[in-house]
């Protein structure tokens, strides 16, 4: 390697070593003291550098890759405050187990706590969320250093795509030169070839300086078939949460289905809602909408019209639905929680057992020794089925017909109901990005099971508004899939920023902008009652007109007005044209559904209680 100074050196030796890893993209945002790094990764023929202009959304759009393809994509950036922008996407990245590596540039060590200009304490900067920190030694042509420096980028990876998989951060000091500038007798001629080169298979191709790794925790033979005893219970539940990248192995948790005749309870962020596996497998989606967190319903607190399941096992993360996750609590089954980390995703402190290996690998295990084992379960099995029947007839017999009591709840209804027609109408294949807040839930609630090849994606490990467009952006850049967002009005105004790498990182992606005015989802909560503050201080109307995003970022925009007030004959009709017509169409779009948020909890809450009556009327007498 021909290197013109140390800097330049140092930041080459870094990229080489993550592309003989296999990374092949990076997010760089500009700055100064980030340049050996910038020119390092701009100059390396095997690396597409995405370029974003702010750090948040940068950091974001690397999540979001991440998340979608199961691979670290570096971020680089400058010192002070630009590292401090990459927080909120390294706290989703540690809480939803997401790859991640932060590469930030600093001062040197003799500049830090001396009032130097952008000079801020960058050492363990993310705190305990960082699975892996290092700061790394101030750049020489010394090859022991440089050896030291390619293990260690190779021990980040492993942090950072390991069990479980995160964020890592590697802070990196340069003193000035920091441009490509030739400095004489800053490498020597007969530095040592390996580490100023790496591991090299030929004069083009290197390999990692260090190989990585990764084993699988298995249960043993004993423990696996003491797991298994339990689940030949008459009553059982597969609960599979928001999934881990890169996802479960669909197959496994079938299998598992199949031999012990329980249903499959999926989150939306699980990979199993959706898929050719729905066609032979009890995939449940609507429990949602008819189990309650109410602890006098009888579907809540299990009774003899809905007996509670025997034994549950759970997998990936906690459960979207806090209704499920209540019945679950007071169910008294034995809940084998599956973590390949070890860790605890189970809030109501409800579960039974922990069991330390890989879900999928446990569930292929599982499936050969319960083989058979699934007669005589029909009848739990089939009450799953006609719930989830009952939800979504209902539900969409409100949406067409309207409720005969109130001719204005169907209407209302809507704003929930939006994702299923999301749903219905993207792509096949389809990546659907979905916005935490009421999003997500009404994901969870109306987004049927469906034999459709769509991949849905969530923020679901801090479950925050803020960077959702970049986050989906970055998704949508791992994939040739189509890309729909669907996000509510304040997560567009905190990420509308994000827009800008639809042209700069030449992505497309088509926005539902599900705008209620503010803050909807808190009419959920008892505080709608107390107003003031409520109105100013929670749901926050902002007013806002986003039409001019149309301009701005060279989107088209369409509006829909499904207010109860509106006097369109038809939203949801005129809705489905307008997102059709902007799937099918070139570029990128947004497409906003105006909302009352009030009408919408309120018509939610009405369709879940003629929902448990009919679900507990026809289990009995079905």
């Keep these: ?113 001396s009032g130097a200009n952008q000079t801020v304490d960058q050492e363990k900067l ?42 890592v951060h590697l802070n990196v000091p340069f003193a000035k030169p920091l441009e490509p500038t030739p400095v004489d007798g800053d490498v020597p001629a007969d530095l040592e070839p390996v580490a100023a080169e790496g591991r090299r298979a030929s004069t083009s191709t290197v390999e990692p300086f260090v190989d990585r790794t990764a084993g699988t925790p298995e249960l043993d033979e004993r423990s696996l078939r003491a797991v298994a005893q339990n689940l030949e219970a008459e009553r059982g539940l597969i609960v599979a949460g928001p999934a881990d990248p890169p996802g479960f192995d669909r197959e496994s948790i079938v299998a598992l289905s199949h031999a012990t005749g329980y249903p499959i309870l999926a989150d939306p962020l699980s990979g199993l809602r959706f898929g050719g596996h729905v066609r032979v497998a009890p995939v449940i989606s609507g429990y949602d909408g008819y189990l309650t967190a109410d602890s006098e319903d009888a579907l809540a607190s299990p009774a003899d019209e809905w007996p509670a399941p025997d034994v549950v096992l759970r997998l990936g993360a906690s459960p979207t639905s806090k209704s499920l996750r209540k ?11 599956v973590d390949p980390a070890g860790g605890w995703r189970e809030a109501e402190f409800s579960a039974t057992d922990l069991v330390v290996a890989d879900p999928s690998r446990l569930c292929a295990r599982l499936a050969e020794l319960l083989q058979g084992r699934s007669a005589g379960k029909e009848e739990w099995r089939r009450r799953w ?25 169907g209407q209302a209804l809507y704003e929930g109901w939006v994702l299923s027609d999301v749903v219905d109408l993207a792509p096949d294949p389809a990546t659907v990005f979905v916005s935490n807040s009421m999003p997500i839930r009404d994901a969870d609630r109306f987004a049927a099971a469906d034999s459709s090849a769509v991949t849905m994606l969530g923020n679901r490990g801090a479950s925050g508004i803020d960077g959702i467009v970049s986050t989906a952006l970055g998704a949508g850049s791992g994939t040739t899939d189509d890309l729909v967002c ?27 902008l599900v705008n209620n005015d503010g803050g909807g989802i808190f009419h959920k909560l008892p505080i ?24 701005l970022y060279g989107v088209s925009f369409a509006r829909v007005d499904a207010r109860p007030e509106s006097d ?16 099918a169409a070139e570029g990128s779009h947004v497409v906003e559904l105006r909302t009352d948020a009030k009408a919408g909890h309120r018509a939610r809450e009405a369709l879940e209680g003629a929902v448990r009556e009919r679900v507990v009327k026809e289990t009995q007498t079905g």
């Excluded at 709608?528 to 301009?551: A, I, N, V, Y």
């Excluded at 004959?569 to 799937?583: G, K, N, Q, V, Y």
Aim: net charge negative; hydrophobic share 40%; glycine share 6%.
């Design 1 to 113: 390697m021909t290197a013109p100074n140390r800097n330049a050196l140092w930041a080459a030796a870094i990229v080489e070593e993550l592309v003989a890893a296999g990374v092949d993209t990076a997010c760089v945002t500009p700055g100064s003291r980030s340049t050996p790094l910038a020119v390092a990764f701009a100059n390396h023929d095997d690396v597409h550098v995405f370029s974003h202009l702010d750090e948040r959304s940068s950091a974001f759009f690397a999540l979001g890759r991440a998340r979608r393809t199961g691979r670290v994509t570096p971020l680089v950036c400058t010192s002070g405050t630009a590292a401090a922008n990459y927080h909120p996407a390294v706290l989703e990245a540690d809480r939803a187990r997401v790859p991640l590596l932060a590469l930030t540039a600093d001062r040197p060590p003799e500049l830090r706590d």
């Design 126 to 167: 993310y705190g305990n969320a960082a699975r892996y920190y290092k700061d790394l030694p101030e750049p020489e042509a010394a090859p022991r250093k440089l050896r030291s420096l390619r293990t260690t980028v190779a021990r980040a990876l492993s942090a950072a795509e390991g069990t479980p998989a995160g964020p």
């Design 327 to 337: 019945y679950l609590a007071r169910s008294g089954a034995d809940q084998f929680v």
């Design 385 to 409: 089925e006609t719930a989830d029947r009952i939800h979504f007839e209902t539900a969409h017999q409100w949406i067409v017909d309207g409720d005969e009591r109130d001719g204005t709840e």
């Design 486 to 512: 669907v996000l509510g009005d304040l997560a567009f105004y905190h990420d509308m920023n994000g827009l800008l790498a639809l042209a700069r990182c030449e992505v497309e992606a088509t926005f539902v």
């Design 528 to 551: 709608e009652r107390f107003d003031p503050p409520f109105t100013r201080q929670f749901k926050t109307p902002h007013g806002l007109d986003f039409e001019p995003s149309e301009g």
């Design 568 to 583: 369109l004959e038809s939203p949801r009709e005129t809705f489905r044209e307008c997102l059709s017509a902007a799937i």
